[in-house]
Structures are given as C-alpha cells and as structure tokens.
C-alpha cells in the first residue's frame, strides 16, 4: 500500500559527507556502494555533500537513483575540509524530508548535524571512517582537536555509531569513549572479475626483465607511507633486484607536500618505480590488482583499507602493517602476511616472504566473499537505518 505517495515499506535515508562521487577514496566508494544499493531495494536517497570542484554539477543531480545535492564551496582550504555557506538551511530543509540521517565521520559539520537532528527529532546513524590523522603542526592540530570535540558532541546524540571492525574501535580514540553505542559491519566491497588476458599483458609491461610487481594502491600521502614501501626495495632487491613497484593512485596531493619531500627517495629508485595515477574504473582496478604479484599497504594507521580485500578478491596476495583495524583483512583471511608498522626492513622482509611462497597465499575467491559478503553489509546497514527511522 502506497500511503501519501511513499512506500511505507520503503525509507527516506539523508546522507552526510564531504566528498562523493566522482571522488574515489575508501570512505565515498564505501557510501557509494550501499547508497545506490539501498535504491536498488526500493529506499529513497539523497546524499547532501559538497561540490569541491568547479567542474561539476551546481545544485541537484541524479546519480544511479541517488539524489545527490552539492552546495557551494568558497575558496576557503581548511586542510582536507571545506566551508559550505548553506549547509545549515540545506541541512535542516533535507532533514525534515527524510526518515533518518546517515552521517559520515570526521566531518566538519558533525556538531550541527547533531543539533539539527535534535530540533527536527530524525535520529542519526553515524559511520566512523577512521580518526583524523594530519601532518603535525600548529594549525593541523588545532583542527584534530576541533572536529574530535563535534565527533564527542555528535557520538553522545548519535542513535547508532558503526565501525569497520571491532579490532579497529577498541583502538579509535574517537569511538571507545562510547563503546556502547557501536556496532560492527565491514566495509560494502565489490570487485569485478579480472580480466586475465589484460593483466597478463600489464604484468608484462610493468615487470622489470621477468621481476615481481609489487602493487600499492592508494594517494601517495604520509598516513599511508608510500616511502617505506621505496625504502623496503632495498630488503626486497637482495632477493628479487628486478622487482617493481606500481602505484595506482594520486600522487601530487594538494594539501600536503609529501611527494615534494619525498623526491630525493623516488630519484634513487627511479628504475623501478612506475605511477600510474589514479583510476576510477573497477574493471581496471580488478585488471591492476590481477596484475601484481603481492599488494603492499603500509600505512601507519588504517581504518580498514578496502583494497586489500578487492586485491584478495582478484587474487592477489597482501602485506599489510600490523596496524589496528588494518590488519584484520589479512588476520581474517591469511590470504598475506603482516609486517611491523614504520618498519620498512620489516615490510621488505614479509614483501619477499610472501612472493617466495605465495601460491600458500593465494585463498580462492569464494572464501574471501564468505568473509566479507556486499549483501550482508547493505543488509545491516538497512537494518539499523530502519531501527531508526522517524516518519
């Protein structure tokens, strides 16, 4: 029965981030996996956001079933974040619209959410996407402290606080202060099929006179020390001296200069370096992880990182630092082996351990689905979104 032209089986999901599509990081693959999925089982979505780039659509769009509305940015940087003049009013209009409030942590507008949330009585279901970790200094401390006291203000309102892993949120100091407000569902992950005969064909141009490829995706910024990846050649080289490193991701990062002091490391290696930029299509994210012989994360911290698991699904073996929340893919799976965190001897030495033996490495596809299955993700985060809906 259709009642006042909604579905009443059906709910109205307003959804708060900085960035989405046709951004690619972790967390705006993530909420754009299960937001349009949520539109495939019948639910009405708006993701209200910012438009960080002139080149794209001003006010509302429709993306794959999802409305999305992006609100003006002046050219006022804030690190990673920006000022959106409008938020409040859109925020608010929205707000009264929907059913529930899917907000996307760290943002910015985390405390006013909360208070709008109270003054229109929606509640709000908060996905933590890892604390906020920025290049130290006087100004980037500031704005550490300054969005962890809105998260504290946001989590005590929150009505549900999810987190990737239950490894990860015994460590976050955002969320251990409110353990009993936290629930756990994995990260909505998809990979297609590689295509054998193309990552055949990339493996060949990348590798170095029949030498391993070793794949690192992701930006080249220092939370995610690409540079002890470069540094570990140097273990790696005494076993394999022909092998590669192939970076899929940004590489010339805005808002921080660690490509720039990174110089000096990428000349000296230059011969068995390749960066390839970023890539926005799945298919060849499939093809880059089948491609490689071993995937390296060697982040110093790590929420979760989803491409661990999309290598995994592509059959592709990880190195991942033992690092919380990041390490659980690998503990899960075996499919990889764990090496010290900003220990780049360490991460050399688990990188030659893994291509000598790594047909031990290697699970099948389906093992991996089984641990992290897309439709039981998109099913819980349905679940609490209706737990908590106001109509």
Known sequence: MIENGHNPKSLKILIALLYYFPHRTGLTIHVQRVAEELVRRGHEVTVLTARYHISLPRDETIHNGVRIVRLWTPPIPISRGMVMPAYPWAALGLMQMHDVVWVNTPMLETALLASLSQLTG???????????????????????????????????????????????????????????????????????????????EWHAEWSRDGGPVIGFSGRFVQEKRPDL?????????????????VFAGEYDIKYEDFWERNQDLVQQYRDQLVFLGLMTE???MADFYAACDVLALTSDSECFALVQVEAMLSGTPVVMTDVPGGRVPVTKTGMGALAKAGDWRSIGEALVEVLNHRDQYVKPRAEIERHFSFQDTVDRYEEIFRAHAQR
């Open 122 to 200: 929606r509640k709000i279901v908060a996905t933590h996407h890892g604390d906020l970790i920025l290049p130290q200094g006087a100004v980037n401390t500031f704005i550490v402290d300054t969005m962890f006291a809105m998260f504290r203000f946001m989590a005590r309102r929150a009505a549900r606080l999810i987190a990737y892993s239950q490894d990860y949120a015994d460590y976050s100091y955002y969320l251990r202060p409110f353990m009993d407000k936290v629930t756990v569902i994995h990260p909505p992950i998809e990979m297609p099929l590689p295509d054998p005969q193309h990552a055949e």
């Open 229 to 245: 990846l470069i540094r570990a050649l140097e273990v790696v080289n005494q076993t394999y001296p022909n092998a590669r490193v």
């Open 282 to 284: 799945p298919q060849d």
